[in-house]
């Protein structure tokens, strides 16, 4: 039977190493994974990644690289060296600034003797809409935009793509089941939206067919939130 734990990932978007550790501590026994992004890798750097580890947990590194092929390969390289579980780059840096990074991150598992993390596409941010896009000289739906992405990056050898849940029907469809789709933007009915737009809950995300769901503001600021995991846990669990 599948363990649902291993498909939720709680965003650790706290500004401190301080406030990281009690979350993760209060957490530990009931999630499995924690994404980490820009603003606490910047406050803590490799110590918030090693805080999750350390319990034997694992680790989304939100880090979003765009940068020449050189410089994503080398921070691929040392992502896996860090050992975290999954990283991702946008698919916007071009198809050989995504090949030299999968290449790599395999080199340096292998290296290591230790398994490859996943390498997650970001196609378009979904705060972009059309006009932004045109403003940066792309004059092409932003649904194709997303898609055309997607396609590159798993031609690369990437493993997924962070998308919202509207959006996985159609990734699914045209790339396959075995692709990834990371999926943010998810409330349970009990939670607020928060600045998050176009919600699903996460029953509906599991059932749009999720891989991973992201979720933050709502066990963060839960008044108990290793109960509110267990909530989630629940509501994904009887989606299945
Ligand atoms: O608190 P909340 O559940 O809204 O957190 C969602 C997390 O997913 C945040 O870390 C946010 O930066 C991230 N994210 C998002 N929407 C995207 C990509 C990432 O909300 N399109």
């Known amino acids: 039977m599948e ?43 490799p110590e918030a990644v090693k805080l999750v580890t350390g319990y034997g947990l694992k680790v989304f590194l939100d880090l979003k690289f765009h940068d020449i092929p050189a410089t994503v ?26 090949r030299a990074t999968v290449k790599g991150a395999r080199a340096t598992a292998a290296n290591n003797k230790s398994p490859c993390p996943v390498i997650i596409a970001v196609t378009i941010l979904t705060s972009m809409d059309q006009s932004d896009l045109r403003q940066a ?9 997303v898609m055309n992405l997607a396609k590159m990056a798993q031609e690369c050898g990437l493993d997924g793509v962070v998308s919202s849940a509207e959006e996985i029907g159609d990734i699914k469809k045209n790339l396959g089941r075995d692709f990834l789709v990371v999926t943010p933007g998810v409330r349970p009915g009990w939670a607020a939206a928060d600045d998050q737009k176009r919600v699903k809950t996460p029953a509906e995300a599991i059932r749009d067919g999720a891989d991973y769901l992201v979720i933050g503001r709502p066990v963060l600021k839960a008044e108990d939130p290793t109960d509110a995991a267990r909530r989630i846990l629940d509501e994904m669990d009887s989606a299945l």
């Not at 363990?3 to 979350?23: K, M, Q």
């Not at 000289?137 to 935009?145: E, F, L, M, N, Q």
Request: aromatic share 6%.
């Open 73 to 98: 390969s080398l921070a691929g390289r040392a992502a896996t060296q860090l050992g975290v579980n999954m990283f991702n780059v946008h698919s916007s840096g071009g198809e050989a600034m995504m």
């Open 137 to 145: 000289g792309c004059i092409d739906p932003v649904d194709r935009a």
């Open 3 to 45: 363990d649902i734990s291993n498909r939720l990932i709680v965003a650790l978007d706290v500004p401190t190493l301080y406030e990281a550790v009690r979350i993760v501590d209060k957490l530990a026994g009931t999630v499995k994974w924690f994404k980490i992004g820009s603003q606490l890798y910047t406050a803590a750097g």
